[in-house]
């Protein structure tokens, strides 16, 4: 039986049959071995770059 963390409570080890291993692998709901286990965990997201300012009109466009 394997021992699994899954995406819903990745702070908590289930043993799972193989078929429910399989179910889960399938529907993407497993934590992969080299994500952190609780979402605190994780480093903060970078911070957004600036907004660019629209270029100021030239005198020719008037």
């Known amino acids: 039986m394997p ?8 702070d908590v080890d289930l043993d799972v049959s193989d078929t429910e291993y399989v179910d889960l692998t399938r529907q993407g709901l497993l934590v992969q071995k080299d994500e952190p286990a609780a979402e605190t965990e994780r480093a903060p997201a970078p911070a957004a770059a600036p907004a660019k300012t629209p270029a100021a009109k030239s005198s020719k466009e008037n």
């Open 3 to 10: 021992t699994v963390r899954t995406t819903m409570q990745p």
